[in-house]
């Protein structure tokens, strides 16, 4: 499985981005989805995730009600609506997908950066 990430960039803080993240391979044995981000000096953390089925996606808390995820298994893309962006908000996001098999992949991130 490859992972592709792209729609990272610059904004204002309260701006929106739309992150999204293009599959190919063996696509088919994906399971979750999901979008971590890494601030510099910080450990990468989860941001969101989404099962196969696009039901139950679940959020970090400092995220909830400004960030949405989806995924179009047609088209092997997953996306993340960031809207009302904040300086903290800050990071490299990395698309992430999880197959049946338990094996992760990763992309190679994009870079966020939201200034006051």
């Known amino acids: 499985v490859q992972l592709v990430e792209s729609g990272g960039g610059l904004v204002q803080a309260g701006g929106s981005l739309r992150l999204s993240c293009a599959a190919s391979?063996?696509?088919?044995?994906?399971?979750?989805m999901g979008w971590y981000r890494q601030a510099p000096g910080k450990q990468r953390e989860l941001v969101a995730h989404?099962?196969?089925?696009?039901?139950?996606?679940n959020y970090a808390d400092s995220v909830k009600g400004r960030f949405t995820i989806s995924r179009d298994n047609a088209k092997n893309m997953m996306y993340l609506q960031m809207n009302n962006l904040k300086p903290e908000d800050t990071a490299v996001y990395y698309c992430?997908?999880?197959?049946?098999?338990?094996?992760?992949?990763w992309g190679q991130g994009t870079q966020v950066t939201v200034s006051s």
């Open positions: 989404i099962t196969r089925a696009g039901d139950s996606p």
């Open positions: 992430n997908a999880i197959t049946n098999f338990g094996v992760y992949f």
């Open positions: 391979g063996s696509t088919f044995s994906i399971n979750f």
